[in-house]
């Protein structure tokens, strides 16, 4: 097995790993290779896939993690629609999951394939499902948590401990910035980050899953008042984001935090393995910013699933890897490999900070708005990050942000 870091230029060499028509349901004789294609990179996929290997000496796993993750949609539909697609695939959420579907691209998963999707919570599957057929079409691999990441040890060495309050918060960056370290190594250059970060601030004072149930129903809009004051506390917060933070990037961001320029990241639960990986030296630490007027709360939301190519030659095969995607060995291995929380239910972190962010989730835990509302196109999310883009350079208010939003998810709800 190995696992191949492709460029979006790697396009070229695609058509190697073809499958071309699909088969029955009797396994291929002799050595099968199964592709399977993700975002990335996630080197620890060797390990964990090592293990199927093992207990199936007659399968090989080529995984393959493309460091555009940006532009993997298209990579993959463009492979999946033609013979240079994988077998099996990372698909995304919710509303990004349906082109492939209503494209016919994928195949439909049948409990009676892979029994273990009839344990996962409704909410968790649901992401996985046509819209339109409410079939199921991947095996859910992750539920992320979204918050901010601080470095232990520079809080300690400045007498600073997690906030409570929105006034200890600004009173801990404001200690930090007289210090010459940056509080929040955050940037708006990548504009995909902008709604995970607005909502890592702003779920709290906007009123969390009930002000997207209202929103949905057609009783509320995102011109809310609160939702527009949510998004805005971004504004307020840059005195003590990077210098010319719409020029930051994603990855600018990471270097500041890991190289120990910056005392915290606000990011997603993905950020713990890789700054695991990147720097060691750094203690980490999790905390759920509190609201303006009250306690914050933690938003979530299901990345992703393992789907099968409808064009796959090794079906077979690929249901029975698929069903083991779908059993509590692989979610445990996948918790404590990847250091992020298993979409398969029943899973218990070893990891202390795990332990610790599954407590908040459990008590303070949201829906991430963004991933209901990413319907349309362009999308309402892609409309909604460009945006908030503007806003941060002082081009359009908050509320202006919130209203184009809205004009966008008007198309399509």
Known sequence: MRLAVLAAA???????CAPSSPSATTPTTGKVTLSIWGWGPE???DKMFAAYEKLNPG????????????EYDTILSTGLAGDSGPDLAWLRAGPQLQPLVEAGRLLPLETADIPGLNDFDEGVLRAAKGDKDGK??????????????????????????PPQTWDEMIAVAEKLKAKKIIPFAFGGKDDWMLPIVASIFGT????????LKAVKAKEKKFADPLFVEGIDLLNKLK????????????TDAQILFSSGKAAMFPGGLWELNFFGEQAKNVELGVFTPP???????????????YGINAKTKHKAEALKFASWLASKDYGQLYTDTVRTFSAVPGITPKDALLKEVAATFDTKGATYFMNDFAYGNPSSAAVFSKALQEMLLGRITARQAAEKLDQSVSTWL
């Open 136 to 161: 199921v079409y991947g095996v859910p691999f992750a539920v992320q948590t979204l918050q901010v990441v601080y470095n232990k040890k520079i809080f300690a060495d400045n007498g600073i401990v």
């Open 43 to 45: 080197e620890n996929y």
């Open 239 to 250: 005195p003590y984001f990077p210098d010319d933070v719409a020029g930051v990037s994603y």
């Open 204 to 211: 709290g004072h906007w009123g969390g899953d009930d002000f």
């Open 291 to 305: 609201a303006p007027k009250g306690p914050g709360l933690m938003p979530g939301f299901t990345d992703g699933s």
């Open 10 to 16: 790697a396009l070229i060499s695609i058509a190697a």
């Open 59 to 70: 399968v090989d796993i080529d995984a393959r993690s493309f460091t555009t993750a940006t």
